[in-house]
Structures are given as structure tokens and as C-alpha cells.
């Protein structure tokens, strides 16, 4: 909520940077710069709640454009103001309307007001030309007197307070540019990660996560012999949990990799755990930053090629990949036979053809080729390939 008083440039150039890493308070950011600038309070206050429940675009556009009054004499002083103020104006504006678009929340809302702000002022951001000047001033005229409270120009403080507010809206807008970015890039490799087979951490410069990958979150949430403590990682036994905080610590702090098998009982395989640095030795540890990397395997929960994956990587046929992948899961010519209702012979004919698309002799080398290259990644079968079978 606004304070009553009007706020302070110090008010105003913390709310800006505030609002870099909250962007959800930009729309009240920019209101408080109006209220400080001494604009027409409804030209900046876009309700994105009311925009949201608003459906009709006449309704949207009549209800946010204020009517003014402007008498001749105010038009020839509006000409030369423009001339004097109105590029450091349209540029002011420039960055507060991409500000305002950055709010994270209320899609719809964003749309429609980027669809005002373009319907009404865009013509006023480009630069006049000789083809234009007529239509562009005008638009420019328009705005500025939009702006004006109560049909009043600005002043001369107002407009300095716009020289020194701009820089700081011009670098939040650049930095709130490149945290997209940033993001956008931590979203690809995330979702990259997520493929794989295998879990993977990632830790900070103290030895705690600072991110799981999906494997990583299944296999910490399903197993006692791998959990996430307040401390971090910790194992079932107290040994287990020595062992883990020895390992992540050669990783993140000595520039050392290393392997460890964790015990889960005799129903189950051991997973393994590596540990491997991000960092050189000596080099700066920053304790938010990924210091280390621990890849968790967990050979009971190793996703098995399919049919389709197979037909896929080796161009077999649907049967070929029936008899590859039989084979590769530890079944015998006769077994493969008999679970495709086929006689052994065409299966031997359809396994020699496998043979020969994936560059293999015999039947040890074939698993060995597949269980290499098709068990790395999580194969979805919900994603259409675009190939034809």
C-alpha cells in the first residue's frame, strides 16, 4: 500500500531496485514515480485486476484514457515545450511502459496493456521523419498533455527529477533483461539435466544442494539410504553420512572427484555415488555458487530401451528391435522366440539382421552396445518423434 506522503527520489530509486528482483511490485513502482513526478495519477495506475476482468477492449480503452482540456494558448506553449522536453519524455516513458510489462503475474492483463499503450501511444516513440512529423507530433502532443496533471505542464523540477530517475529505470530495465536471460538459460539446462538417467546435485561452496535434477528428487524421496537433511546430504547410517560429507567436501573444496557405493540392505543394488569439482583448486569459492557436482546411480530404477528407441537409434525393424532388445535384456534366441510367437529360425534371421545394422557379432556385443547408448537418457514415450516408423 502507498504511503499518503508523497515519496522521496531515494523512495522512489529504491522501489526501482527493489522491484528488479520483485517484479511483481512493478506496477506500484510506477505509480509511486508518477505520484513523485506529479503525473496524472490514472495515466500510470494500470489496475491489472480490473484489466484481467475486463473483457471488452472498447471498455478497456475507455476506461484508462482520461479526458483533457487544452486551450490555444496552452497548445502554443505544448509546441514548445514539446521541441524542448519531449524526447527526454517519450524516452522516460519508454523504459516505464517496458518496466510495467515485466509484472510476472496476470498474463492477460500484460497483453491488453501492451495492446493500449500500442494502439495509443506508439506512434508517439517513433522518431519523426519527413513523412511523419504531422502524425508522430501530434501523438507526441497527446501524451504529454496526457501526462499533465490537471492540464498542468511539468515543472522544471519535475523534469530533472525525470533526468535523474531515467538512468536508474534504464539499468533496471537492462538488468531485469539479463535475469530473463539468465533464467531462460537455467530453464534449458535444467530441463537438459532432467533427461538423464542419472541424479544430479549440484552444491554450493558450503557442500549443500542448490539443485536436484528429477532423477536426484525421485531417489532422495524413495530411499532412506539417500535423503536431504538440513545439513544436506546424508545417508541411512551415520558412516554412510561421513563418507558423504568426505566426498563432497574433496569435490568442493580440494578439487578432488571421487566415488562411493551406498549400502541399501541386501534387496536392493548400492547406489553410487561420484563427486566431481566445478571449480580449479585455489580458485574463489563463492558459497552460492555451484562449487561441485555429486551424479547419484541408482541401477534399480535404470530406464530401459524400448522398441521405439530402438527402431529409432539402429533403423531395425519393428521385429529386429523385438528380438535386439530381448536379447539385451538377458533372454535367450528360444526365450525371445517363444514371448514374439515366432520360430527360432526367423528369430536367429532377425537377429543376424540386427546384427548387421548395428555394426555387431554376437549376441554379448549387442547388449553391451545397447545398454551404452540407451540407458543414459530418460526415453518419453509421450513425445511424438517427427520420423516416420
Known sequence: MLNAEKPSLLDVVDRIYESIERPHL??????????????????????????????????????????FFVSRADLKTLDEYEREFGD??????????????????????R?????????????????????????????????ITA????????????????????????????LQMRLRSADLHAETVSGALDALTLGVVLLDGSG????????????TSHSNALRLCSAGLAGHRRSDTQSLQELIRGAVSEGSQDLLAISRGVESKPLL??????????????????????????????????????QQAFDLTYREAQTAL??????????????????????????????????????????????????????DPNVQSKRPD
Open 26 to 67: 512493478w506496477p506500484e513502482t510506477i505509480y509511486a514515480i508518477g505520484d513523485f513526478l506529479g503525473a496524472r495519477p490514472h495515466f500510470l495506475r494500470l489496475d491489472t485486476e480490473r484489466v484481467s476482468s475486463t473483457q471488452n477492449s472498447a471498455t478497456l480503452e475507455a476506461g484508462c484514457q482520461p479526458t
Open 111 to 143: 497483453e491488453a496493456i501492451g495492446l493500449i499503450i500500442a494502439q495509443r501511444y506508439l506512434q508517439a516513440f517513433e522518431s519523426p521523419n519527413a513523412t511523419s512529423t504531422s502524425t508522430a507530433g501530434s501523438a507526441r502532443h497527446n501524451l
Open 208 to 219: 549443500r544442494p542448490l539443485w536436484l535434477n528429477k532423477r536426484a528428487r525421485e531417489i
Open 88 to 109: 527526454l519524455i517519450i524516452r522516460f516513458l519508454k523504459i516505464i511502459f517496458l518496466s510495467i510489462l515485466w509484472t510476472p503475474n496476470d498474463v492477460h492483463a
Open 326 to 379: 530381448a536379447i539385451a535384456n538377458g533372454h535367450g534366441l528360444k526365450a525371445a522366440a517363444r514371448s514374439m510367437g515366432v520360430a527360432v529360425t526367423t528369430a536367429r534371421s532377425q537377429l543376424q539382421q540386427a546384427f548387421a545394422k548395428t555394426g555387431t557379432s554376437h549376441q554379448a556385443e549387442l547388449t553391451a552396445l545397447i545398454h551404452k547408448t540407451l540407458t543414459h537418457l530418460r526415453y
Open 273 to 310: 555415488v561420484i563427486g566431481i569439482p566445478l571449480k580449479q583448486p585455489g580458485a574463489t569459492v563463492i558459497s552460492d555458487q555451484a562449487c561441485g557436482v555429486v551424479f547419484i546411480s541408482d541401477p534399480d530404477r535404470t530406464d530401459r530401451p524400448t522398441v521405439k528407441s530402438l
Open 147 to 174: 501526462l499533465w496533471e490537471d492540464g498542468h505542464a511539468f515543472s522544471r523540477d519535475n523534469l530533472r527529477s525525470m533526468q535523474l530517475l531515467a538512468p536508474h529505470l534504464d539499468r533496471a530495465v537492462r
